[in-house]
């Protein structure tokens, strides 16, 4: 592992206060007659290209190559959600196929829980190689030690070169335990996912809010996690002649003992998020007053859709942060999304990209959204709305 390394026997106690003041983000601190470095530390370098006579210096600990070839197979963690296979571990699962073909190796799941035996037939219906069953009553309800256990054991057992996760809670909280378990890389809220013939993962997501596309690779090390929001992959179709294997595995009761104890679990009241929607109208900046969402809710009832806004209505408490679209939203592939007043940033354009059917309202013809958009209107949205309105009255269509 790289680190910055001071030699305060090089440095007297006036030089060693003017290099604290060489790093930018504060990671040099001088503390009774030595320079500390703490955790803000970017390795930026920056202390090493000032002159200090050699009392900073750099050092790389040498990497111990891996042995790829002793890696394989793309592995999907499936989750249980309410009894049933979560969406995501089925879009992923398709996702696994497409990667998997193009190195030729096997797509395995992983699959804790309790009397899950429907659900690893599901798997196996969707495409999965090998699904490993981790059956055992004290994994009924997610509890992290318990869960954790099985799928490290699966891990060590077969060497998966990639793992995937939903961006869950259940996957957020999963895959970073389990990486730091490996010591190995994990790039959480994937948007595109690619693989290179030696079976690196290509895994690109937003970064800095979205102003840029980041692309990381963990080369030196494996398994390879990722985690990817429900709706970024579309949902596969089942396979015409299913021939995978279900692996019924065992694990050490101690190991699946845990702190948290499960006194009850009450079921959320049934609602329909704007990720299970058909129809969505979304709003932006355009919209000029709460009270305008009445003409904008008014349309999505019409088309039996629901409402859903971008960042900045969230913000302003027009509308609920469980109708907000984008990277620090919900992710949505509708059959048709209606953009009101939306510029089309980045940040929202990640969460509605995969929309069968853009439609985008805009008075400004340059608008980014306009890029995605299979149709674009440019005008006020305060005419076009209720024009719209009225077709949809006469039975007309888009």
Not at 34 to 60: H, P, Q, Y
Not at 107 to 134: K, Q, S, T
Not at 144 to 167: K, S
Not at 241 to 258: D, F, M
């Amino acid at each position: 592992m790289a680190r910055i390394v001071v030699n305060m026997a090089n440095l007297t106690p006036e030089r060693a206060r003017e290099i604290v003041e060489i790093c930018p983000f504060g990671a040099m601190e001088y503390v009774d007659g030595k320079i500390v470095i703490n955790g803000s530390c970017r390795m930026c370098r920056l202390c090493l290209k000032r002159d200090t006579g050699g009392a900073v210096t750099f050092e790389d600990t040498p990497r111990t190559a891996v042995d790829k070839s002793k890696w394989r197979g793309i592995a999907v963690y499936a989750e249980i959600s309410g009894g049933r296979l979560h969406p995501v571990s089925l879009e992923l699962l398709g996702k696994a196929r497409e990667l998997a073909a193009r190195v030729g190796h096997e797509v395995l799941a992983v699959l804790p829980g309790y009397r899950v035996g429907e659900a690893a037939r599901e798997l196996i219906a969707f495409g999965a190689d090998r699904v490993f069953v981790y059956d055992a009553p004290a994994l009924e309800n997610f509890r992290i030690e318990p869960y954790a256990a099985a799928v490290e054991d699966f891990i060590r057992n077969n060497h998966p070169a990639v793992i995937l996760a939903g961006g869950t809670p259940i996957g957020r909280t999963l895959a970073p335990r389990l990486a730091a378990r490996f010591r190995t890389g994990l790039t959480a809220d994937c948007t595109v996912l690619d693989i290179k013939e030696n079976s690196d993962l290509e895994q690109i997501r937003p970064a800095f809010g979205g102003n840029i596309m980041a692309h990381i690779n963990t080369p030196h090390h494996r398994p390879q996690f990722a985690t990817v929001r429900y709706k970024i992959f579309a949902l596969p179709e089942p396979v015409a002649s299913p021939r995978g294997e279900i692996v019924e595995c065992r694990i050490a009761p101690e190991k699946l003992e845990s702190v948290i104890r499960v006194i009850d679990v009450e079921p959320k009241s049934p609602e329909v998020g704007i990720e299970e929607a058909e129809v969505i109208v979304a709003v932006g900046r355009g919209v000029r007053r709460a009270e305008d969402l009445e003409m904008f809710r008014r349309l999505a009832s019409r088309l039996n859709g629901q409402l859903a806004g971008t960042r900045c209505l969230i913000e302003n408490g027009w509308l609920d942060h469980r109708r907000q679209i984008g990277l620090s939203g919900r992710t949505v592939a509708p059959k048709l999304i209606i953009c009101c007043g939306i510029s089309g940033s980045v940040q929202f354009a990640a969460g509605m990209k995969g929309s069968e059917r853009i439609v985008a309202i805009n008075t400004d013809p340059a608008a980014p959204i306009f890029n995605l958009a299979h149709i674009g209107i440019v005008g006020d949205l305060y005419e076009i709305i209720p024009d719209l309105e009225k077709l949809i009255e006469k039975g007309g269509s888009l």
